[in-house]
């Protein structure tokens, strides 16, 4: 059950971002392709243009994919890398290839976090919940700014128990991560600690 409860949810989150084709007009938020912005000379419509080598699928995602959740940025990222109590976990999904990724990160593809609380420090408490009182701290990335995997995957792990006051979210992402020149690795080292 839980497996086709992620499954539902994988699908819906890619469905969201199939739906910006590149022969439309691209999202800028899940419900709208425009925003109008009231200028001193009457409304300007902000849309998302296409751009050589840039994302057209998926919509801007919040900075706090969930109440509680704290944004972090790079420089949070890299001291979370050397904290023993943290796991930056790349929640991109093994159905395509994960190339690089930042160094000293774990994968653990979102469609698979709720059979995988146990890595993060949780324990079982019943069918569908897990006691994460000492579970580690997390910061969680995926494709970027328009990636819904990794909101996705902490909706999911919240919703089955784990604290948000533990989650981390690292919205750039790889697209951020590498326009900004830092370091990547191809592959993970393996999940467990």
Partial sequence: MKRL?????????????AQAQDSGPLRITKQS?????????????????KRAGGLTKGFI?????QPGVTPVTEIDVLHALNDPSTMVIDMRDDDEPLGPTIPNSYHIPYTELEDRLDELGCQPRGK????????????A????????QSPAGIARI??????????SYYRGGMMDWE????????????TTR
């Fill in 179 to 190: 326009a900004l020149g830092l370091t990547t690795a191809i592959g993970n080292r393996p």
């Fill in 61 to 65: 995602q919040p900075l706090v994919p």
């Fill in 128 to 139: 569908s919940q897990w006691d994460c009182t000492n579970a580690f701290k997390i910061v």
């Fill in 5 to 17: 409860t992620v499954l539902a949810l994988a699908g819906a989150a890619w469905g969201l971002c």
């Fill in 33 to 49: 392709h425009e925003f109008v912005v009231q200028t001193p000379n009457g409304p300007l419509v902000i849309t998302r243009a």
């Fill in 158 to 167: 919240v919703h089955m128990g784990f604290p948000v006051n533990k989650i």
């Fill in 141 to 148: 990335f995926c494709h970027g700014p328009m990636c819904v």
